[in-house]
């Protein structure tokens, strides 16, 4: 997200309102356009494929458990990264060796490539769909894991115009071919998985369309296109272990509990392959909608009023300021966040208070079961404390607390699954409570992991201890990879 601050300062100058609705427009489409996109893409091939009987209801199952398990998985192997790669490229952008980005990235690529594969093989043992839906399932696995790779590298160069063209492109398609296998292809698909496999293909192509535009973009973006040394970033996994465990434990926290629910009451199998629970699923993914606010907040808040705080305190920091300016940068930047923090708990709180109020009244037009919107309103909190907990764990990031940022990563997948675990004999009644309850106690932790670190930020800055390479594992890897791709 560094660097729209420019952006979004120069229309917060503007005084008036429009300026102000291009703002937070500008950053929801940094922070939520491609999920919501992505989102309104499948909910869109959904409604198509129901009110124009495109599909059976079994046909339409099993498209949509196949979209379902790409996405998630893929934000599994992308959390193993993530961090990690990103750390790299701000050092590579500061440091400006930006020779280096480019072998990264496809560094990157390769890396993705090779760990989806195994995921690939660990699912096909389990599948039993025929050769050609196992195909498409792979082809749409490594279409998307390769989207979030190219969307990570743009987004560290700001080309952010190019990721949402990108992104609207493929859906335009998506939602085209849907229509043109109505309009057309009906007739002939006739034979077992015929209509969800064309469905599948459809979407894929879409998702293709999106990665060539952002691939497109990737070129343009950087020109210089050396592929020296592409796994040097690996080193950073023996530097940054921290970042790693961050991002890993919490993209599996988001999903532990919809995994161990999986296999409780009310949990389903369907074609012998895609297990999954039909209820809890789709309250989760409707609660996810509600804490869109939060990002979008968020960013303005980091990007404008903060971050001029926090520059001014490490520039006098690093440049030799004063104890005098030093302490009042401090008390500066402490006032900021804590004022910004107490802003986004209420806006955000105030709209999920909203939305639980009037959750019957809102799903019920959805013609959703009573099962599900109690569930929704469970989950809806728990979307709340998760999207705190995101917002937290950055801020400890940008404050350099690796080890806090772990152990809250550490805490959200633990707690998530116990709970999850304790709760599962319970049935309905325990379903959403779990998530409600893990993210909640993570909440509560960062938020005082924050404040008592940023307390003592001057004496962290100045007396940070910094511990002892322990490994050289994934350095001597990379230098073996690089050996070999040379």
Not at 38 to 64: D, G, H, K, P
Not at 379 to 395: C, D, H, P, Q
Request: overall charge positive; some cysteine.
């Amino acid at each position: 997200m560094a660097g729209i601050g420019f952006k979004l300062q120069k229309l917060f100058q503007e005084d008036y309102f429009s300026a102000r609705l291009k703002a937070y427009a500008f950053a929801g489409l940094v922070t939520s356009g491609p999920w919501l996109i992505v989102i309104v893409t499948i909910a869109l091939t959904q409604w198509l494929t129901t009110y124009l009987s495109i599909a059976s209801f079994e046909e339409r199952t099993t498209f949509n458990l196949t979209i379902s398990y790409c996405f998630i998985f893929s934000q599994v192997i992308l959390g193993i990264q993530q961090l990690v790669v990103t750390r790299y490229l701000a050092d590579c952008f500061y440091e400006k060796r930006y020779k280096e980005i480019f072998p990264t990235f496809i560094g990157m690529t390769k890396m993705t490539i090779a760990i989806a594969a195994v995921f690939y093989v660990v699912f096909l043992t389990f599948s039993e769909l025929p050769f050609l839906s196992n195909l498409l399932i792979l082809i749409l696995f490594l279409t998307i894991n390769l989207i979030w790779v190219q969307f990570l590298f743009l987004s560290a160069a700001k080309f952010y115009q190019a990721v949402a063209y990108s992104f609207l492109g493929g859906a335009a398609v998506s939602i085209i071919s849907v229509l043109l296998i109505d309009r057309f292809l009906m007739p002939y698909l006739t034979a077992p998985f015929a209509t969800s496999m064309a469905l599948t293909a459809g979407f894929t192509l879409g998702m293709l369309v999106t990665l060539f535009g952002l691939f497109t973009a990737m070129l343009l973006t950087f020109p210089n296109r050396e592929t020296k040394d592409p796994f040097s970033y690996l080193s950073y996994f023996d530097r940054h272990p921290a970042l790693f465990w961050t991002s890993f434990l919490y993209n599996i926290g988001v999903w532990v509990s919809n995994w161990v629910i999986w296999f409780s009451e009310g949990g389903a199998v369907h074609l012998g392959t895609f297990r999954y629970h039909p209820v809890y699923d789709t309250a989760i993914f409707l609660s996810y909608l509600t804490v869109i606010p939060t990002m979008t907040i968020f960013v303005i808040s980091v990007e404008t009023r903060f971050y001029e705080r926090y520059r001014v305190f490490y520039g006098y920091v690093n440049e030799g300021g004063t104890l005098q300016q030093i302490n009042k940068a401090k008390a500066a930047m402490l006032l900021i966040l804590r004022q910004e923090l107490q802003r986004l708990v209420r806006n955000q709180g105030l709209f999920t208070l909203f939305v639980l109020i009037f959750a019957s009244t809102l799903l019920s037009s959805l013609a959703l079961s009573k099962e599900t919107i109690s569930i929704f309103q469970m989950t809806t909190i728990g979307a709340f404390s998760n999207a705190m907990v995101l917002v937290l764990t950055l801020l400890l990031l940008y404050f350099e607390d690796q080890r806090g940022a772990c152990i809250t990563s550490l805490l959200f997948f633990a707690v998530n699954g116990v709970f999850a675990v304790a709760l599962a004999p319970f049935g309905y009644d325990g379903f959403g409570l779990s998530f409600a309850l893990g993210s909640t106690v993570t909440f509560a932790y960062a938020l005082i992991r924050l404040i008592q670190y940023v307390d003592e930020i001057d004496y962290h800055t100045f007396c940070r201890y910094e511990p002892r390479q322990r490994s050289t594992r994934f350095t001597r890897v990379g230098e073996r990879l690089n050996r070999r791709s040379a």
